[in-house]
């Protein structure tokens, strides 16, 4: 039969997680360099290649097997000339003249450092390399650069919040998030999303939904939930958004655009006592001051928009992509965080579960653990 290319890559990733995680990781080689090209592409504002290769690396990602020749990806879909040639120069010389040709540009590498500062973006990084900056140290010692108040969180916790986070680490947050919300509203109901919700051990941060079994009652929660770990000590910084929700507007077409749940992107103080399973594993005493920060993503989504927040706040990003893409290609349907929208009816398709999105779709349920595309 012949699938829709996201049902080939969903199942070709469910085998890869079961039966190999040696090709994974094999794979993983050549994916890691096909994402810093794409990062490279958005540097200099190349949407397409950029996409192009992002969408190569999750293909290959899906691959049931390692690249080991040419032949092997010849017939695949989304595989460009450029990721052909790069995969070329693997397989012959073991690296990629082109990929260290970026990776050693001086640009390349300035941007990268400057948008790797929580709140500075590619327009930001970019101004900055014009002025001639090209560390971190620089930066901090320009007389004439305004820092806004997340770039200096970003500067202030630097070390901390580009530190991967761990499970255990996230799991001690979600409690505390958790005793947090209960405290103040006991039917609350807080849900791990993002990547620790896809079975990773790591992340760069945590990221969660909030939400009321009422609808509407979710109103005024998430402030409330601020203040009490303001009060407890925990917020280092809070950046937050109030709901900007407009059922009126068709689901957006750009995936990039923000949804409009009320959310706030934090830093939170973790203390090491509050981690279970971490005993003996201490670091370096001497480094140690007894907690760290770490970024968390607190999403207030009403409801009736769970279900769709939800699948849109698992991620990953380029699975949630292809998603959006089938559901318009083959689908004629828009999805976003918010709703799925039947172009051709011309109607809005409810869904209560992540299930029945699916179904919606079309698509057999895609367990969390298969969407790390
Ligand atoms: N997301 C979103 N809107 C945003 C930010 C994120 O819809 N403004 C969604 C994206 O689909 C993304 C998911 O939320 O896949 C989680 O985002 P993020 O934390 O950036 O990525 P993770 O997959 O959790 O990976 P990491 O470990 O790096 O945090
Ligand atoms: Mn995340
Ligand atoms: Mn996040
Ligand atoms: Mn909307």
């Given at each position: 039969?012949?699938?829709?290319?996201?049902c080939v890559c969903v199942f070709a990733r469910v085998y890869m997680c079961v039966f190999n995680?040696?090709?994974i990781l094999e794979n993983n080689l050549n994916t890691d360099v096909l994402e810093e090209l794409a990062e490279n592409s958005e540097f200099n504002e190349s949407k397409g290649p950029c996409l192009a290769f992002r969408r190569a690396a999750s293909v290959l990602k899906s691959l049931p097997s390692a690249v080991h020749c040419l032949g092997a990806i010849q017939g695949l879909p989304c595989l460009g000339e450029h990721t052909k040639a790069v995969m070329e120069e693997i397989l012959i010389f073991g690296r990629s003249f082109k990929v260290e040709e970026v990776q050693s540009d001086e640009r390349y590498q300035a941007l990268k450092l400057f948008t790797s500062v929580f709140g500075v973006g590619p327009k930001t990084a970019e101004k900055w390399y014009r002025r001639g900056l090209r560390s971190l140290k620089e930066i901090l010692a320009e007389p004439n650069i305004q820092l806004n108040r997340m770039q200096r969180a970003g500067f202030l916790y630097y070390r901390d919040i580009s530190k991967a986070v761990s499970k255990?680490?996230?799991k001690a947050l979600r409690s505390i998030i958790e005793e947090t919300a209960h405290w103040i509203a006991p039917d609350s109901i807080l849900a791990l999303t993002g990547g620790f919700r896809r079975g990773k051990e790591y992340g760069h941060d945590v990221d969660f939904l909030l939400t009321m079994p009422e609808m509407g009652k979710e109103k005024g929660l998430l402030v409330r939930v601020i203040d009490r770990l303001r009060d407890q000590g925990i917020l280092l910084y809070c950046e937050h958004q109030g709901s900007t929700v407009d059922m009126s507007k068709l689901p957006s077409r750009r995936f990039e655009a923000m949804d409009h749940f009320e959310k706030c992107f934090l830093i939170l103080r973790l203390e090491e006592g509050q981690m279970e399973g971490d005993g003996g594993l201490q670091k370096d005493p001497g480094e140690s001051r007894g907690w760290r920060a770490v970024?968390?993503?607190?999403v207030a989504p009403p409801v009736d928009h769970y279900a769709f927040a939800l699948l849109g706040w698992t991620g990953s990003r380029q699975f949630e992509?292809?998603?959006?893409?089938?559901?318009?290609k083959e689908r004629g349907m828009s999805l976003d965080n918010h709703a799925l929208y039947d172009k051709t009816k011309k109607l809005f398709l409810p869904a209560t579960s992540e299930e029945d999105i699916f179904a919606h779709l079309g698509l057999e349920y895609v367990e969390p653990w298969q969407r790390n595309a």
């Open positions: 039969g012949h699938f829709p290319a996201i995680r040696e090709i255990a680490e996230a970024r968390v993503d607190l992509r292809d998603l959006r893409r089938f559901a318009r």
